[in-house]
């Protein structure tokens, strides 16, 4: 009863996570086709403003798909990329001290750092409930991995077929 609560708790978490990235995709390309068809060239070219707005959008875009693909990809690497887009647009976009901007510096390098150095990949390579999250469940099916059989069932099993007969 618990865990038929639980599977079921957590597919309902599953598909609202979903519906939520469905969402910020459609914000995100809406917001994506204003910025197309807000190009004004010399408008941008005259004014430090109107660029400094125009970049602030596109970064502000950009850092909606990452946090799309986070949502959808359950990969630490996806994270470590949103944060470092949100640090470098925060630099990027609003004016700030010297002292800011050492500390945004360092912290871009510290991300940086657990990246290359702290960063397990095999983290990431964890098998999740994914009969209890749609989109995986989509992905698996289209990818027909459903009907591959898993690496670590078959360590305890002696091939029975190791020569190719004709």
Do not use: W
């Amino acid at each position: 009863m618990k865990s038929n609560l639980h599977s079921k708790l957590y597919r309902l978490v599953g598909g609202l996570e979903v519906i939520v990235g469905i969402c910020i995709l459609v914000a995100v390309a809406a917001a994506t086709f204003g910025l197309i068809a807000d190009i004004h060239i010399p408008t941008i070219v005259s004014s430090p403003e109107s660029l400094q707005a125009y970049l602030t959008t596109a970064m502000t875009i950009i850092i909606g798909v990452e946090f799309v693909k986070m949502i959808f990809s359950y990969n630490i690497n996806t994270v470590i990329e949103v944060l470092m887009l949100a640090v470098a647009r925060q630099m990027v976009v609003t004016h700030t001290s010297p002292v800011e901007n050492l500390i945004t510096i360092v912290s871009v390098s510290l991300l940086f750092a657990i990246r290359k150095f702290l960063y397990v990949p095999q983290l990431d390579q964890n098998k999740h409930d994914t009969h209890g999250s749609l989109l995986p469940h989509f992905v698996r099916r289209a990818l027909h991995l459903d009907e591959q059989k898993e690496p670590e069932a078959d360590l305890g099993k002696e091939e029975s077929s190791t020569h190719v007969t004709q």
